[in-house]
């Protein structure tokens, strides 16, 4: 059984910082590419920011230069830095891995004030 786990989300006002983690656990292999998306409320979910298993990364034009994705493949693990955060960052933030199939974890909360 694979589990995808977020932390990280929480509240905090225009112009702060979080650090999102994400944690993939359990029988997996090889896993390809990791990645961030986000939904807020009434919209679709949408592609945040993808890191390959060679480090290679994509970023939204909404969060380049203020958001930052990295990896740890030791770990199976991925963070999002998100600075200079914005009210319309304000939404749940949603890990994927691609190993043979996706996988998704539950969403963490990030509110941005302003």
């Known amino acids: 059984q694979v589990q995808v786990v977020e932390s990280g989300g929480g509240l905090v006002q225009a112009g702060g910082s979080l650090r999102l983690s994400c944690v993939v656990s359990?029988?997996?292999?090889?896993?390809?590419?990791m990645a961030w998306y986000r939904q807020a409320p009434g919209k679709e979910r949408e592609s945040v920011a993808i890191v390959t298993n060679g480090g290679s990364t994509s970023y939204a034009d909404s969060v380049k230069g203020r958001f930052t994705i990295s990896r740890d493949n030791a770990k199976n693990t991925v963070y999002l830095q998100m600075n200079s955060l914005k009210p319309d960052d304000t939404a749940v933030y949603y890990c994927r891995a691609w190993a043979g199939r996706d996988y998704w974890g539950q969403g963490t909360q990030v509110t941005v004030s302003s």
């Open positions: 359990g029988s997996i292999f090889n896993i390809n590419a």
